[in-house]
């Protein structure tokens, strides 16, 4: 049985090539759209969400990979103004749920509200991608979760403590044995 980790760790090499914002960052290039003024607070609640996503475990997690700083950058530098508008409201969106369905804000609620929470929103955001259309924007929380495994699996940490990482690696070869169990590589 493969345990959550490893499956997001899958999820997110899948998902390499359809995270919004991915184009825009890999070309070096801004999206020309007005950056986003985000607090220290705002921050520290990008790194809760991510760390609930991916908690730390016999592994770092998405707070000690500083997860939240990475959205910030992306969301300013690689988002265009709409979706830019779709992230903040969806921020919004996210702590009034917690507030509706706990009686306190997503950064007051226990560890066992904020993963049911996140996982009630996990089920809604598949639905709502399922059934939108081309144009509409991606759901918020479809966001959230591609920013935190792009961004933790990116960071030095997701790379060299859960990816296998070789900083300078020797000859290419072709075919390389695989033992049930190792870790993905780190590109």
């Not at 990979?65 to 921020?91: H, S, W």
């Not at 979760?145 to 990816?163: H, I, M």
């Amino acid at each position: 049985m493969m345990n959550r980790r490893e499956a997001l760790s899958r999820v997110a090499l899948i998902m390499g090539g359809t995270v919004l914002g991915a184009e825009a960052f890999l070309s070096g290039c801004t999206t020309g759209a007005p950056g986003i003024s985000f607090s220290k607070t705002d921050i520290a609640f990008l790194n809760e969400i991510a760390e609930t996503i991916m908690p730390a475990t016999n592994t770092p997690g998405a707070k000690e990979a500083k997860v939240g700083e990475f959205m910030t950058v992306i969301v300013n530098d690689c988002y265009e103004t709409k979706d830019q508008t779709t992230f903040m409201e969806g921020l919004k969106k996210l702590n009034e749920a917690s507030t509706k369905a706990n009686s306190k804000s997503f950064m007051e609620a226990t560890a066992t509200q904020r993963h049911d929470l996140l996982e009630a929103l996990d089920k809604e955001a598949a639905a709502y991608q399922k059934a939108k259309k081309k144009e509409e924007p991606k759901h918020y929380f479809t966001m959230l979760k591609e920013l935190t495994l792009w961004g933790f699996f990116s960071s030095e940490l997701g790379a060299t403590k859960v990816l296998r990482y070789v900083a300078v690696p020797g000859k290419y070869e072709g075919t390389v044995p695989y033992k049930k169990g190792d870790k993905a590589w780190a590109t």
